[in-house]
Nanobody, 125 residues
Framework: QVQLVESGGGLVQAGDSLRLSCVASGRTFGIMAWFRQAPGMEREFVAGFWSRGGTPFYADSVKGRFTISRSNAKNTVSLDMNSLNADDTAVYYC????????????????????WGQGTQVTVSS
């Protein structure tokens, strides 16, 4: 059974940093990623990487502030978030998919098969 379990959300002030973690189990994945969803908004891509290696990829809105990484055990994916602002307030979801093919958009939530339950990040200004 596939499980993605997030942790690390919370309430922080603008300019603060926060680390989210996702523990994955049940199978190997082609791509792992983080998405977020603010109230009244669609779920949007934040950051991701191919399990086979290569340069991680980021949404323009977080590039230079957020870093996605994987533990040596390869079962924990982290998202380090710096210089947080109110626009980063959202529920953050860990996502994974079997295929690592770029034929399926890595930025679309609809190409990911597995999801965590989400963790709330609130940034006060």
């Amino acid at each position: 059974q596939v499980q993605l379990v997030e942790s690390g959300g919370g309430l922080v002030q603008a300019g603060d940093s926060l680390r989210l973690s996702c523990v994955a189990s049940g199978r190997t994945f082609g791509i792992m990623a983080w998405f977020r969803q603010a109230p009244g908004m669609e779920r949007e891509f934040v950051a991701g990487f191919w399990s086979r290696g290569g340069t991680p990829f980021y949404a323009d809105s977080v590039k230079g502030r957020f870093t996605i990484s994987r533990s040596n055990a390869k079962n924990t994916v982290s998202l380090d978030m710096n210089s947080l602002n109110a626009d980063d307030t959202a529920v953050y979801y860990c996502a994974a998919r079997t295929s690592d093919s770029s034929s399926y958009s890595v930025f679309s939530q609809f190409t990911y098969e597995y999801w965590g339950q989400g963790t709330q990040v609130t940034v006060s200004s």
